[in-house]
């Protein structure tokens, strides 16, 4: 399974018999417009926004744990992020976890690069 990701959105790309099979999954921000614009106790904020992150990773995470082999990839550090999470887990130990760093991709590019990177000769 590949997953481009950034801190806001994951899309998952299972590949199966050289077709790859898509889904999405996106950071739910309880915070209200209001709240995100203007000027709230920021340690409030900043605690509303990682509990928010963690449920993300959790996401992710839970459907991680059904594949043998996985890799993150995106622009940002949230694919660093969320493997050293799951590094910290022994549920992950046997599962085969690496993070490449790219440039902002379309949806053919990410789904070439999954295929790519789980061709046989790699």
């Not at 890799?71 to 969320?82: C, I, N, Q, S, W």
Request: charged fraction near 30%; glycine fraction near 4%.
């Amino acid at each position: 399974m590949g997953i481009w990701m950034d801190h806001s959105i994951a899309c998952l790309m299972i590949l199966e018999n050289d077709k790859i099979v898509t889904n999405t999954i996106k950071l739910d921000s309880l915070l209200p417009a209001k709240e995100q614009n203007m000027g709230v106790h920021e340690r409030q904020r900043h605690d509303k926004e990682q509990g928010e992150l963690s449920e993300y990773y959790k996401k992710l995470s839970e459907v991680i744990i059904a594949f043998d082999d996985v890799v993150l990839f995106g622009p940002t550090d949230a694919k660093t992020e969320l493997l050293n999470l799951l590094k910290e887990s022994h549920h992950f130990d046997k599962i085969k976890i690496c993070a490449k760093t790219v440039d902002k991709m379309s949806e053919s590019q990410q789904q070439a690069f999954v295929r790519d990177f789980f061709s046989p000769t790699n």
